[in-house]
């Protein structure tokens, strides 16, 4: 789990959910350059266990992980009553996919490589 601060202690944090290290990392730092607080994690099982914060912004999950896929980790989610907003980012999506997706509540289905603005846009809604 890695976790980058603004500082500001009741600012909302987003979290990201991607098996990928790299994507991780890359969204973590565009996130904080125009100071949004994140946490990480490798999968949804690791996001599951964690302890988070009490003050979600919205949760950025890959579709394809090994375990829970982004879609099992937002139906296990909403059955725990966890309603924090989801966008969706993946290298792997189709449309039927991203219409499940918005079905079940996401508010954004981005496919990779995504532009930086736009993704910034889907996560402050």
Same mark, same amino acid.
């Given at each position: 789990?890695?976790?980058?601060?603004?500082?500001?202690?009741?600012?909302?944090?987003?979290?990201?959910?991607?098996?990928?290290?790299?994507?991780?990392?890359?969204?973590?730092?565009?996130?904080?350059?125009?100071?949004?607080?994140?946490?990480?994690?490798?999968?949804?099982?690791?996001?599951?266990?964690?302890?988070?914060?009490?003050?979600? $912004?919205?949760?950025?999950?890959?579709?394809?992980?090994?375990?829970?896929?982004?879609?099992?980790?937002?139906?296990?989610?909403?059955?725990? $009553?966890?309603?924090?907003?989801?966008?969706?980012?993946?290298?792997?999506?189709?449309?039927?996919?991203?219409?499940?997706?918005?079905?079940? $509540?996401?508010?954004?289905?981005?496919?990779?490589?995504?532009?930086?603005?736009?993704?910034?846009?889907?996560?402050?809604?």
């Amino acid at each position: 789990m890695g976790v980058a601060t603004s500082g500001i202690a009741d600012s909302p944090i987003t979290i990201l959910v991607d098996d990928d290290a790299t994507v991780r990392d890359a969204l973590e730092e565009l996130l904080n350059s125009v100071g949004i607080d994140t946490m990480s994690f490798s999968s949804g099982q690791e996001l599951l266990d964690a302890k988070l914060p009490d003050r979600p $912004g919205c949760l950025v999950l890959d579709v394809r992980m090994p375990g829970l896929s982004g879609l099992d980790l937002q139906h296990v989610l909403a059955t725990k $009553g966890i309603l924090t907003p989801i966008v969706f980012l993946t290298g792997h999506g189709d449309i039927a996919m991203g219409v499940q997706a918005m079905k079940a $509540g996401a508010v954004d289905f981005l496919t990779k490589p995504v532009r930086d603005q736009t993704f910034l846009d889907a996560v402050s809604t």
